[in-house]
């Protein structure tokens, strides 16, 4: 269902629906960027739908409301162990096309990958989408080169245009909230790019045998496996644990997951010091292939949807479309 409000009354009902829910949505956060007088884009708690970044991408994902960067799984003792006391409302999170596709991906790697995630699947189940559109493309994104610059999976989207909130309405439980205020309806279409500056090409015979081109050399010496890349990315789901003792009691503490990286030093590494991709050229590879390739092959679709967010972060300025790019020209040599 479609229809608008005025601002002011949109955020009377978003202030209801806090009672149930926590709302996230992307806010600009003043001197809180890379410098002291920049700023940066991320997910924090709204009480207004005005605080909402709309025109700007977001600088990290939502995937860190979901998927906490440090998420303490259970606290123990000598004697027992216990988890921590989930919050009882609901999380609604304002985001775009590309990061609902890439929520997607986070449900196959902790729900569809053998044993669903008691943890992730918990926070999972509370959460309800509001698409925010794209009018234009941003710096870096190719969402329509990947086919993931629209999408059908949300349960509300909202435009702000003048001083009105234009809003479509999939969920029930969130129209009930709105019923009241609705003098009539209207056709409300979300807002899609369909086409980027950037356009990226996956080759279709892609395989392992560009394993052993050339191509990775150069990212030996300008990555510089800081992981920056990984962790604004929406679909990078890897962690490690972290158990934290009590200064008081060395057999209590608290047992966390953090996110991890597979470019920064020590992720691969084993028992008795054997690491499999000491080199950065190697870990860049193993990055690209996963999303655009191995991923693929268990799935059935591309890890990566196209954001942009880890060519907007590196500070060594590499591209991760224009890599995905030469792979074309590395399996025309090969075949």
């Known amino acids: 269902m479609?229809?608008?409000?005025?601002?002011?009354?949109?955020?009377?009902h978003l202030e209801r629906l806090r009672d149930k829910y926590?709302?996230?949505?992307?806010?600009?956060?003043?001197?809180?960027?890379?410098?002291?007088?920049?700023?940066t884009i991320r997910y924090k708690e709204i009480e207004s739908i005005k605080e909402i970044e709309f025109n700007?991408?977001?600088?990290?994902?939502?995937?860190?409301?979901?998927?906490?960067?440090?998420?303490?799984?259970?606290?123990?003792?000598?004697?027992?162990?216990?988890e921590p006391k989930e919050g009882e409302k609901k999380i609604l999170i304002f985001l775009r096309s590309c990061d609902i596709h890439a929520m997607k991906r986070l449900d196959e790697v902790y729900l569809r990958n053998g044993n669903e995630d008691y943890y992730y699947k918990t926070l999972r189940e509370k959460v309800k989408f509001v698409l925010m559109g794209c009018s234009d493309s941003f710096e870096n994104c190719f969402c329509a080169s990947m086919?993931?610059?629209?999408?059908?999976?949300?349960?509300?989207?909202?435009?702000?245009?003048?001083?009105?909130?234009?809003?479509?309405?999939?969920?029930?439980?969130l129209m009930n909230y709105f019923y009241k205020d609705i003098e009539g309806t209207i056709v409300v279409e979300p807002e899609y790019v369909s086409s980027n500056d950037i356009k990226v090409t996956i080759p279709e015979n892609?395989?392992?045998?560009?394993?052993?081109?050339?191509?990775?050399?150069?990212?030996?010496?300008?990555?510089?496996?800081?992981?920056?890349?990984?962790?604004?990315?929406?679909?990078?789901?890897?962690?490690?644990?972290?158990d934290v003792f009590s200064k008081?009691?060395?057999?209590?503490?608290?047992?966390?997951?953090?996110?991890?990286?597979?470019?920064?030093?020590?992720?691969?590494?084993?028992?008795?010091?054997h690491g499999f991709r000491k080199d950065k050229k190697d870990r860049m590879r193993f990055k690209v292939m996963h999303k655009v390739y191995d991923f693929k092959k268990r799935a059935g679709y591309h890890m990566c949807v196209?954001?942009?967010?880890?060519?907007?972060?590196?500070?060594?300025?590499?591209?991760?479309?224009?890599?995905?790019?030469?792979l074309s020209k590395v399996m025309e040599a090969v075949e």
């Open 147 to 173: 086919g993931y610059n629209k999408t059908e999976e949300y349960d509300m989207y909202t435009k702000i245009k003048n001083d009105e909130v234009f809003v479509e309405c999939k969920s029930e439980e």
């Open 56 to 82: 700007t991408k977001s600088t990290f994902s939502p995937k860190e409301i979901i998927l906490p960067i440090t998420q303490t799984l259970f606290y123990f003792t000598e004697d027992e162990c216990k």
């Open 248 to 273: 008081d009691n060395k057999n209590v503490g608290e047992r966390r997951r953090i996110w991890a990286s597979c470019h920064v030093d020590g992720f691969s590494d084993m028992a008795g010091g």
């Open 306 to 326: 196209g954001c942009g967010r880890c060519d907007d972060i590196c500070p060594e300025y590499i591209s991760f479309s224009s890599c995905v790019n030469k």
């Open 2 to 12: 479609g229809f608008r409000l005025k601002i002011e009354k949109f955020d009377e």
């Open 22 to 39: 926590k709302v996230y949505a992307p806010v600009k956060l003043k001197g809180k960027g890379t410098f002291a007088d920049t700023d």
């Open 206 to 242: 892609l395989d392992q045998r560009v394993f052993k081109s050339k191509m990775w050399d150069e990212y030996s010496s300008r990555c510089i496996a800081c992981g920056r890349c990984n962790f604004v990315c929406g679909t990078c789901s890897c962690f490690t644990m972290q």
